[in-house]
Nanobody, 131 residues
């Protein structure tokens, strides 16, 4: 079992930046892909970016590529993974609840954004961008 906790959300003005953090604890060695999703009330949840936990592939939503950067680190002493999402040049359209999710498979480029792959989810952190 993997537990995920997000942090770093908040309010920012358009054009600003935020870095979200996802901390994974528990059986981290079962986590092969960790992904950031976001959801606006009344809309479908969408994938933002994903990373393999073996230093392999990273994937980005086409609409966000160039403005977001995902990074992964593993602390074997603390048995903790950290997946950060750096977001730049934010706009009001980026206002959403951001959540991270983990799966026990290395999800490929054509599927990383499919929610059904992910068994473990965090509670989310809210991002509000004002104009």
């Amino acid at each position: 079992q993997v537990q995920l906790v997000e942090s770093g959300g908040g309010s920012v003005q358009a054009g600003g930046s935020l870095t979200l953090s996802c901390k994974a604890t528990g059986n981290i060695y079962d986590s092969k892909t960790i992904t950031w999703f976001r959801q606006v009330p009344g809309k479908e949840r969408e994938g933002v970016a994903a990373t393999h936990t073996n230093g392999g592939f990273q994937y980005y939503a086409d609409s966000l590529e160039g403005r977001v950067t995902i990074s992964f680190s593993r602390d074997t002493v603390k048995t903790q993974d950290t997946v950060n999402l750096q977001m730049n040049n934010l706009s009001p359209e980026d206002t959403a609840m951001y959540s991270c999710a983990a799966t026990s498979v290395f999800v490929g480029g054509g599927n990383w954004f499919r929610q059904s792959h992910y068994a473990h989810w965090g509670q989310g952190t809210e991002v509000t961008v004002s104009s």
